[in-house]
């Protein structure tokens, strides 16, 4: 593995991977491994949302080195920006269904937040010429 493609993006991408990362961990243990409704659950979960929060909001500063992208302002968006919403959406209705006592709603938009927002967009960081892909494949 090397860090000089990481070290050497912007402040936006080191943002969003110092960001992803301990979302990743936290993400994984509070779906597979917490207890259910405990007082640390209920914590990491409220660490875990806003770690996803400022993910998403990095992400929109990171340019898209597509050609198909959009300019919105000094933004250059593409295809895989798509993922700040929909995690803008799952960050909203997980807070929104606890509140409610929906716990299956939930359990629902966390599931959709950590395998949409971490695992899929995730494997896409990977695509070649994207900093991840550099940084584990040259």
């Not at 660490?47 to 250059?76: C, E, H, K, N």
């Not at 927002?117 to 584990?136: E, H, K, N, S």
Request: glycine share 14%.
């Amino acid at each position: 593995m090397d860090l000089d493609p990481l070290l050497s993006a912007s402040p936006a991408v080191q943002l969003h991977v110092v960001t992803v990362v301990p979302a990743f961990l936290l993400g994984t243990w509070l779906l597979f491994a917490s207890p259910k409704g405990s007082s640390r659950h209920r914590l990491i979960g409220k660490v875990y949302l806003g770690l996803m929060g400022v993910t998403a909001i990095a992400a929109l500063f990171i340019r898209s080195f597509m050609d198909a992208s959009l300019a919105v302002g000094p933004l250059r968006l593409g295809w895989i920006h798509l993922f700040v919403p929909l995690t803008a959406h799952g960050i909203y209705g997980a807070f929104a269904t606890i509140r409610a006592g929906d716990i299956r709603g939930h359990r629902g938009a966390m599931r959709g937040l950590y395998f949409g927002g971490l695992i899929v967009a995730g494997l896409l960081a990977f695509m070649p010429g994207r900093v991840m892909y550099r940084m584990f494949f040259g």
